[in-house]
Every structure is written in structure tokens, then in C-alpha cells.
């Protein structure tokens, strides 16, 4: 169930925003009452968007004893990157948040990211107890992998140099299911795995000589998607394919301004991929995109 973790990223957008517009304000002890009050504020957040996602989206399926689902061969595995997409952005949320109340930056480092993965848990536990879905094994080894994706490069870089990116495109494949691929923009961008690429975009400045605003991004995804497996695609008359990407990407956050409110918005606006000129590669040929989103 991999579109309900967007949620969680969007409610942690405000704590990340203030922790990216204030570093100026950390300091080298930990401040106890920003971290109290950062904490109590984040576990009510964390709690009711919890309730809410519980009402949207268990609300009309029955509750049974806690089971597990192995869905590794659904969705072509995207559901399953989105998954790393979210945990590696809690962990740097987490992080930034820490970082601000104090804490030093290599132990925020390995908390945010095991908070990343920590925060997800109790939605697979959800997912258990539900008839419709059930807990899966895949899902968290990918929340696993975007918090050490998160991890790893502080570790080695100090500093994140490959970002997860996301970009979206409807497609006609929605119309043929809208119950399950969604019936509008905002459901489609959630459902429908056939619109959703994932990015990797490299800081290439960081590695070698090139412009510090310009990156180069790696994306995958995946059409024909109708149904979940391949199985049932293959009876229903659809086929599926996985897409490889190669582009051109933007970083944001080279942009220099003294303003905080356009700092946090470039920072947000940088987890999306821009659109760009674009290389495709799959089994039904390779395509060139002008701009391709």
C-alpha cells in the first residue's frame, strides 16, 4: 500500500521546512526545550495523521487476525521505490529537526534514519490487520533501503550527493480502473503506479567538475499496469513493462537567496524531478522525450 506513505511525507514538510530555514540557529549544545517541544509536537502530528490514514483507508475493510502478504511481484516494484522515496525524506527531515535542536550532526544522522524507517512500521502493522491489504516483508525492506540510502551517504559524504526524485504524468490506463487507479489528478497521482517515475539525481558538482545547478538523473517506472501482477494484466489483454530513464535534472537548491520562505521552498520544490529532456529504454524500444514528466 504504498501510496498512503506520501501522507507521512507531507506532514513532515513543515518540520523540515523550518529545520532547512533556521541552521543558522543551531548550536553546539543540545537545546532541551526546542527538543521537548520539537518531539511532543511531532508525536500528536505523527498520531493523528495516523488516525487519519486508519479512516481513509481501512475505514471500509473488515479487520482480521494480523497476517502477512508477500505483494514483491505487484506494481512492478515502483509501489515499492516509493516506499524508499518516503523513508529517506523522514530521515532527513528527522534529521534536520535534530540537527536544529543541537544535536550533533552524526548522531542526527543515524536517528533520522532510523526514525525514517521506525516511523513506517506502524502502517505495515495496519496493513496487517486489514483484510484488503495485509503486512509485507517487501515494503519494509524498501523503507529499510530509503533510510539507508539516507544514512549511507552521510556516512560517507557527511552530506547527501544522490537524491531520490519524483515526478508524475496521468495516463490513459486510470479510465480503464479508476476504483483502483484513482478517478482524479490528486487520486491518480497516489494510485496510478503507470503516471509515477522515480528518480536518483546526481550532484555532479560533488563528484567531478560541472555546473553546480545542473545534475544528471537516473529514473525508473513502469506501464500497462492495469492490474496489480502480471498474471491477471496477462489475462485481461494488457501487458506491462519496466522503463529505464536517463535526463537532465535541476538543483534547486544551488539557487542562491537570503530569503528563508524562498530557501524552503526551493528545498521542497527540489524533491520533485523538473522536466527535461529525457532518453527511454524498455522492451518496446528506446524513446526521446523533449520534456518528459
Known amino acids: 500500500m504504498g501510496s498512503s506513505k506520501f501522507f507521512l511525507v507531507l506532514f513532515l514538510i513543515p518540520a523540515l521546512s ?10 553546539s549544545t543540545v537545546n532541551k526545550k526546542r527538543l521537548y517541544t520539537s518531539t511532543a509536537v511531532a508525536s500528536v502530528g505523527y498520531g493523528v495523521t495516523l488516525l487519519a490514514l486508519n479512516n481513509l483507508w481501512y475505514k471500509n475493510s473488515p479487520r482480521e487476525d494480523f497476517h502477512f502478504f508477500n505483494d514483491n511481484n505487484e506494481w512492478r516494484q515502483v509501489d515499492k521505490v516509493g516506499h524508499a522515496f518516503s523513508a529517506f525524506y523522514i530521515s532527513q527531515g528527522a534529521s534536520l ?11 542526527s544522522n543515524w536517528i533520522g534514519a532510523l526514525t525514517g524507517f521506525l516511523v513506517l512500521v506502524p502502517i505495515e502493522i495496519l496493513d496487517g490487520y486489514s483484510s484488503a491489504y495485509g503486512a509485507s516483508t517487501g515494503d519494509l525492506i524498501a523503507d529499510a533501503g530509503g533510510a539507508l540510502l539516507f544514512w549511507g551517504q552521510t556516512a560517507l559524504w557527511n552530506k547527501p550527493r544522490i537524491y531520490p526524485k519524483f515526478s508524475f504524468h496521468q495516463t490513459s490506463f486510470a479510465d480503464l480502473r479508476p476504483n483502483v487507479l484513482g478517478d482524479t489528478f490528486t487520486s491518480q497521482l497516489l494510485k496510478d503506479y503507470n503516471g509515477q517515475t522515480y528518480w536518483l539525481s546526481f550532484d555532479m558538482d560533488k563528484f567531478i567538475r560541472f555546473p553546480k545547478w545542473l545534475n544528471l538523473a537516473v529514473g525508473y517506472g513502469a506501464e500497462g499496469m492495469v492490474y496489480a501482477n502480471e498474471q491477471s494484466n496477462n489475462l485481461n489483454g494488457y501487458k506491462a513493462y519496466r522503463q529505464y530513464y536517463f535526463s537532465l535534472d535541476l538543483d534547486l537548491t544551488a539557487i542562491k537567496t537570503k530569503s528563508k520562505a524562498v530557501r524552503s521552498l526551493l528545498f521542497f520544490a527540489n524533491m520533485i524531478k523538473i522536466p527535461a529532456p529525457t532518453l527511454e529504454f524498455s522492451t518496446e524500444g528506446t524513446r526521446f522525450h523533449f520534456l518528459y514528466f
Open 18 to 27: 523550518y529545520a532547512q530555514q533556521s541552521d543558522s540557529l543551531q548550536t
Open 97 to 107: 529537526g535534530l540537527q536544529w535542536c543541537g544535536v550533533k550532526e552524526k548522531k
